[in-house]
């Protein structure tokens, strides 16, 4: 069984759909045939007990010859009789003897059930049954009481009157219907099997379409293959195919972001990597020729050095926190208190711009997000507000009810440029002589919305620039992290 159900799954699908359509036509008029076969059968044999009902009501004609059988009583009929008229008719003494009416077709073999018959004939209650002749011949049989006389003695006794048709013609008949339901159903079968393998290749065609396409993207890694899909189809095939186009649009976009990220990571890389070079040749030729720098200029150089590597090792995180993947973060993702995380990231602001004024108002809100990313997103933020706020400017945050505000009051940004903030690599041009690689706010955005959240940037009253974070969540941590 184990080795067909193997060999069955090795098939291809719309084999195993010809194959599913066959045996369910198969066992379908299996079904009807044998219900048909059954129903003909039966009333067949109810028009054959109807006949023998209709012969075993006597007529006094009738009468006379069952006498005559008693006082003549034979096993055989007579052969020469005209009017044999293939009826077998006999009559069964009480003990079991049996007379031939003279037309019989001829004698029927007596059973038990026919001697029962006898006993119980007070009841008046007879039985119809399959039996067989003197030669085997299958027939019908019904026996039925009856007060019998012998016109020779005048004695009186119960006995039975026995008729019987034969039933070669009825078994022929249903032989034949057999034979013909039989042709009927394989023909059946036959054409459901091949109609079954034409709706499977027709049905599997866009199917075909399909693994065409994604051998085609295996093969060249073309990503702008799409299939064809009618606008009003809704069947399983359109959703699939649909959702094929969707899934290579989202990859190809996806592949563009990749090579997008590349070539601004390179370009990002190449400036400070390229102030690295030259500082770092200017030392070692100041080495190598014996003509020493003066102390002051080594020292800048020595700050330009080690600016250059702080700026490098922060682009390089910011790269790596891009680049992780949604399911290496969902397996870090808690309940966080934002308070908390908002007082860490305020101690460290402070330390970043000790000149300024930054005052606090948070309450407690629980979410549901990465701590160190949630941390590392609000700090961004406050960087933000430090870099462009004024010598002895103020900063402003506030948490309540899931909603972060930071204000500044520096200069502010252009209404053309607030639609690009949260874009990759992206830096305001009055801002590109700052430190920074333009990914603070990408890495800002992407971490909001994977906590459910939202985040804005918009202009201030009175001057200056308000950040908005808002994240879903509650006052009180939920019941499981008590």
């Given at each position: 069984m184990s080795r067909l159900v193997r060999r069955y799954r090795s098939l291809p699908i719309r084999s195993r759909l010809a194959l599913l359509v066959a045996a369910a036509v198969a066992f379908a008029v299996a079904a009807v045939s044998v219900t048909c076969w059954f129903i003909v059968q039966g009333k067949l044999y109810e028009q054959v007990d109807s006949d023998l009902e209709q012969v075993a009501r006597m007529k006094p004609g009738q009468f006379q010859q069952m006498n005559d059988a008693l006082a003549n009583c034979t096993k055989t009929p007579q052969s020469t009789n005209p009017f044999r008229n293939n009826l077998y008719t006999q009559v069964v003494k009480a003990d079991g003897t049996t007379c031939v009416i003279a037309n019989s077709e001829g004698a029927i073999k007596v059973t038990q059930a026919d001697k029962d018959v006898i006993k119980n004939a007070a009841s008046g209650k007879g039985t119809i049954r399959d039996g067989t002749d003197e030669d085997g011949d299958p027939v019908r049989v019904m026996t039925a009481p009856q007060l019998l006389e012998n016109t020779a003695t005048g004695e009186q006794s119960y006995g039975a009157v026995m008729v019987a048709v034969s039933l070669k013609g009825t078994h022929g008949t249903l032989n034949e219907l057999a034979l013909i339901l039989l042709f009927v159903s394989g023909v059946g079968v036959?054409?459901?099997?091949?109609?079954?393998?034409?709706?499977?290749?027709?049905?599997?065609?866009?199917?075909?379409?399909?693994?065409?396409?994604?051998?085609?993207?295996?093969?060249?890694?073309?990503?702008?293959?799409r299939i064809p899909v009618e606008e009003d189809s809704d069947d399983e095939i359109a959703r699939l195919s649909r959702s094929f186009n969707s899934m290579t649009s989202s990859l190809a976009s996806s592949h563009e972001l990749q090579q997008q990220l590349i070539a601004d990571a390179g370009h990002e890389l190449r400036t400070p990597l390229t102030?690295?070079?030259?500082?770092?040749?200017?030392?070692?030729?100041?080495?190598?020729?014996?003509?020493?720098?003066?102390?002051?200029?080594?020292?800048?150089?020595?700050?330009?050095?080690?600016?250059?590597?702080?700026?490098?090792?922060?682009?390089?995180?910011?790269?790596?926190e891009l680049s992780r993947s949604e399911g290496q973060r969902g397996e870090r993702v808690q309940v966080v208190s934002f308070e908390d995380t908002v007082e860490s990231a305020l101690r460290r602001a402070r330390l970043r711009g000790p000149e300024l004024t930054i005052t606090a108002d948070v309450q407690p809100w629980f979410v549901r997000a990465e701590p160190s990313a949630l941390e590392r997103a609000v700090v961004n933020i406050l960087d933000n507000a430090v870099k462009f706020s004024p010598e002895g400017g103020t900063i402003e945050v506030q948490l309540?009810?899931?909603?972060?505000?930071?204000?500044?009051?520096?200069?502010?940004?252009?209404?053309?440029?607030?639609?690009?903030?949260?874009?990759?690599?992206?830096?305001?041009?009055?801002?590109?002589?700052?430190?920074?690689?333009?990914?603070?706010?990408?890495?800002?955005?992407?971490?909001?919305?994977?906590?459910?959240?939202?985040?804005?940037?918009?202009?201030?009253?009175?001057?200056?620039?308000?950040?908005?974070?808002?994240?879903?969540?509650?006052?009180t941590p939920p019941p499981e992290t008590m």
């Open positions: 036959l054409g459901a099997g091949a109609a079954g393998l034409a709706v499977a290749r027709a049905g599997l065609r866009p199917v075909d379409k399909l693994t065409e396409a994604v051998e085609h993207v295996a093969r060249t890694e073309d990503l702008s293959i102030s690295l070079r030259t500082n770092i040749e200017l030392l070692t030729r100041s080495e190598e020729t014996g003509r020493p720098i003066p102390e002051a200029d080594r020292k800048a150089l020595l700050a330009s050095v080690k600016a250059q590597m702080t700026e490098l090792a922060a682009l390089i995180g910011d790269l790596q309540a009810s899931g909603v972060l505000t930071v204000r500044d009051h520096g200069p502010g940004i252009p209404a053309d440029e607030i639609p690009h903030v949260f874009d990759r690599f992206w830096r305001s041009p009055s801002a590109r002589a700052l430190p920074g690689s333009g990914l603070g706010l990408s890495i800002v955005a992407r971490t909001v919305q994977q906590a459910g959240g939202e985040v804005t940037l918009a202009h201030a009253e009175g001057g200056g620039t308000v950040a908005t974070v808002r994240l879903p969540g509650a006052p």
